[in-house]
C-alpha cells in the first residue's frame, strides 16, 4: 500500500498536522498570511483587516499560506499565491 500522507505546516509557528487546517488557521498560534489584493501588503494575524494598513482601502484579503512541503513548509508564503 503506497498512499500518500499529506502534511500541512503552519508557517508561523511550524505546527504540523496531518489534515488542512480548519478556515486555514492553525490551531496552535492562530495566525495566518495575508496578502492585499488591491496593492499587495502582507500581514500576519489570526484573521484578516477590514481596511489594508498599506493602501487604506477595504479591500479583499487573500490566504498565502504555505500548508504543504512543496512550498517549502515552516517560514514561507505560498509564492502560487
Known amino acids: 500500500m503506497n498512499e500518500k500522507y ?11 498536522a496531518s489534515g488542512r487546517f480548519e478556515g ?3 490551531p496552535d498560534c492562530g ?29 479583499e484579503f487573500v490566504n498565502i499560506t504555505c500548508y504543504t512541503p512543496d512550498c517549502g513548509g515552516p517560514g514561507h508564503i505560498d509564492p502560487r499565491l
Open 6 to 16: 499529506e502534511k500541512y505546516v503552519c508557517a508561523r509557528c511550524g505546527f504540523t
Open 24 to 26: 486555514d488557521i492553525c
Open 31 to 59: 495566525l495566518t498570511y495575508w496578502k492585499c489584493s488591491d496593492c499587495g501588503f502582507t500581514i500576519t494575524a489570526g484573521a484578516p483587516p477590514d481596511v489594508c494598513p498599506e493602501c487604506g482601502r477595504k479591500c
